[in-house]
DNA sequence: TCTCCGCCTGTTATCGTTAACTTATTCAGC
DNA sequence: GCTGAATAAGTTAACGATAACAGGCGGAGA
């Protein structure tokens, strides 16, 4: 009779079962040397009987890799986070590494915590996608000195044994305000950000850049929604910061013809700020968000919005991660940049009829 | 000199470089034991020299638990996911213990392989919060007979040793339909189910529970947008789903006066149809959504929804789970069920100017 | 002086798995 | 029949950490 013991079977208890000795057990469960057929037969019975589940921690500890991979995002519930993770798992799965997650909800500390959880764990490689801070960059740089893979998304750190991937979310955020520009807008305002933080934020930079390049001065004024705190950022509820934002700017004696949003969320706040207040969109005023969010072209108007290859950036982090962890750990580090795509909708349309209006999908 | 090799630092290395055994050193790491306040000091300087870090799987194989505890989530980019999140979160941080978060994009496919890889690399504890699926199920109920410890979140799946946390969606669907039954409504609309799939679905049984209790009956027409395919869900993309279901309800010959939405993502795709097609809400068709995402207070007009304490929910699983671990594996089931509450925001109000108006947060 | 207990450290064995090596057995080819 | 390759197992020793136990030392109390 085949006991279902509390304690986790383990090898030797099927060698036991089995007649065998736990290695012949090994070998037929990770299909390697040689094994009889009739033998291999019945180890697998006795195997599935007993419900055997192979310990990863024994395993990792002999093999010295886990073929575990960690994920770092600050947010979940975060269309750009979830597209990420998408494209990181489509690749882990394919060359069957398993991918967990940790979410430090853009706190340096938890940052950290979750570096070392990974690295504790043996995890054999990890993928930063959160943003930098002091702190979580010494411990980093720890980690990568001392020999674990990482791949990094769109942080702002660099080192010469860490792979690095991200968009161009300056030149992104050029485009979109030269946009505005072109569209004859003067006053434009940004939300999402305090002046002096911003200076980190590219796609901030971008717009700073355009005002520059144009001719424009940039009113102190017309940029909002900061939070000053350094190692603190809200989670999803950016919403919130775009509609307060938005008033804000409705408030001043000249208010702005065009504002761009520092994603999609803020923007849709600022929307809703605008639709609230009488004035419409675009001819009151014309918006441009960023990420192209799903929901981006579901809203009405339609948002104007900056697409970066999410997904894509997710697949190559992780690509550049299992060959950095299938090759040499201190390997040269690889770079790659994804262009961004100014998709252009209904909230910054030249002419545009009233909203809301009949039929047109 | 101290090196900085690029094999892992062990507890033996420090040990030999601060001329005491492992043992000793251990001691130092875990703070326990009796150490002289000298060695500990030694201890520690060379350990920070040498940047150990521990191995968490070696540690785990002796211990026999690693303070691991994993979530199992269908659906990153989801806020109701990312608040559960924070209330596990929350908890295990203050117990200490760390979370692993695997996605299983709503595949049972992948949920197996999910509590597989969880299981494998001997998480404490295992926390599911995807949909029911027949292999799952059978995976999971295997888990936890074989002593896995197994908390789950709104999952329609019963075992004796793991505990149940869910919300009253029955009820809560039953208010929502009420609620607009009680406006003076007689043709409402489900859109994010199919008749057959939807059977499994509480929000959608509350529905057609009030429908019943009031005397009206349900029109199959009037129930759109699920997804036929039972294996494979889509990603946060519900709003696609929500707009192209209201579509579809728009041309029907009687068009329904209300709709009563999957979750809030589905409600906004539905009212971003609604306006499209030139018609107000509530006026001519008034929605009410379900989970109250943050959005859902910023939209014009404001979504009327139905709250359900997700924190809790996670903080309440987390807690279960944690007992289950420190206490007996196979003690007897703890279930709790969480009320809902109907929000009413302005998609639903009894009478309403028009929209855009001006004003009025 | 002797005993006992609190401190400090070391020794041993083990968690479950597998790499590396060793021992048989079989069988094709000369 | 002999050689050597292929097949089919078993044996041993780690991987790195720690629980359990075993001293040794010093000092308080009898």
Do not use: W
């Not at 000195?145 to 990482?150: L, T």
């Not at 933080?197 to 004024?221: I, P």
């Not at 894509?312 to 950095?324: K, S």
């Amino acid at each position: 009779m085949i006991r279902k013991p509390k304690k986790p079977v383990t090898l030797a208890d099927i060698a036991a079962e089995a007649q065998v000795t736990s290695m012949t057990v090994s070998r037929v469960i990770n299909n390697s040397g040689y094994v009889h057929a009739e033998t291999r037969e019945r180890v697998l019975r006795v195997a599935r009987a007993m419900n055997y589940r192979r310990n990863g921690l024994a395993r990792g500890l002999k093999r010295q890799r886990t073929e575990t991979v960690g994920l770092v995002i600050g947010d979940i519930a975060n269309p750009f986070a979830a597209e990420l993770t998408r494209g990181v798992r489509e690749v882990l799965e394919a060359r069957s590494y398993t991918l967990f997650i940790c979410i430090s909800e853009h706190t340096a500390k938890e940052d950290v915590q979750a570096f070392d959880s990974l690295a504790d764990h043996r995890a054999d490689g990890i993928i930063v996608a959160t943003r930098a801070s002091q702190t979580a960059n010494e411990r980093l740089e720890e980690l990568i000195d001392s020999g674990v893979p990482v791949s990094l998304i769109g942080r702002d750190f660099h080192h010469p044994h860490a792979d690095l991937v991200s968009a161009d979310n300056l030149k992104g955020g050029y485009e979109a305000t030269s946009h505005l520009i072109d569209a004859g807008h003067r006053r434009i305002g940004f939300i999402g950000v305090s002046l002096t933080q911003g200076l980190r934020l590219r796609r901030f930079q971008g717009y700073l850049e355009a005002l520059k390049q144009h001719g424009l001065s940039v009113d102190e004024q017309m940029i909002v929604g900061g939070h000053e705190a350094s190692d603190q950022m809200p989670g999803y509820s950016t919403e919130e910061m775009g509609y307060d934002g938005m008033v804000k700017l409705l408030e001043l004696e000249q208010r702005p013809t065009a504002v761009f949003a520092r994603n999609d969320f803020t923007a849709l706040g600022a929307l809703n700020a605008i639709k609230r207040a009488g004035l419409r969109i675009p001819d009151d005023i014309a918006i441009v968000g960023y990420d192209d969010v799903p929901l981006a072209q579901h809203t009405s108007p339609t948002l104007t919005t900056v697409r970066q290859p999410t997904r894509e950036q997710g697949q190559c982090a992780a690509e550049f991660l299992l060959n950095r962890i299938e090759g040499d750990s201190e390997q040269e580090r690889v770079e790659r940049t994804f262009e961004c795509e100014l998709i252009i909708r209904e909230s910054t349309a030249q002419k545009q009829a009233d909203f809301p209006r009949s039929e047109a999908v």
